[in-house]
């Protein structure tokens, strides 16, 4: 069995998460930000799941379940927020956000 060497997957991750990084810090429309931020938690599951792998043991991928909960929790309350942003001011920039009272 040929595995992939543990530099090699931390890259991957590593560009993932810039990638991802670069999305939220240049972005203005929020669902692409929660994409961005999609990216950058699956990079964090990936070099979890890269690190336990090098050791043999299984806490890479069950973190990574971890992870997969925390995106789905983030995924819907981003997606309350749009739907909210969107239904106040007909637009889902950034920007707009910035103009919510509570």
Same mark, same amino acid.
């Given at each position: ?5 543990? =530099?090699? =997957?931390?890259? &991957?991750?590593?560009?993932?998460? /810039?990638? =991802? %990084? &670069? ?6 429309? /929020? !669902?692409? /930000? @929660? $994409?961005? $931020?999609?990216?950058? $938690?699956?990079? *964090?599951? @990936? ?12 806490? =890479?991928?069950? +973190?990574?379940?971890? /992870? @997969?909960?925390?995106?789905? *929790?983030?995924?819907? !309350?981003? $997606?309350?927020? &749009? %739907? ?7 637009? %889902?920039?950034?920007?707009? *956000?910035?103009? +919510?009272?509570?």
């Amino acid at each position: 069995m040929v595995t992939i060497p543990i =530099g090699h =997957g931390l890259i &991957v991750a590593g560009i993932l998460f /810039i990638l =991802g %990084l &670069v999305g939220v810090l240049t972005r203005r429309n /929020i !669902v692409f /930000i @929660l $994409l961005s $931020l999609e990216i950058m $938690l699956n990079a *964090a599951g @990936l070099a979890f799941v890269v690190a336990g792998s090098r050791w043999q043991q299984p806490d =890479g991928q069950i +973190m990574f379940f971890f /992870i @997969l909960t925390m995106a789905a *929790a983030e995924v819907s !309350v981003g $997606l309350a927020l &749009v %739907l909210q942003l969107h239904q106040r001011f007909k637009t %889902l920039d950034a920007d707009a *956000a910035s103009n +919510m009272h509570g």
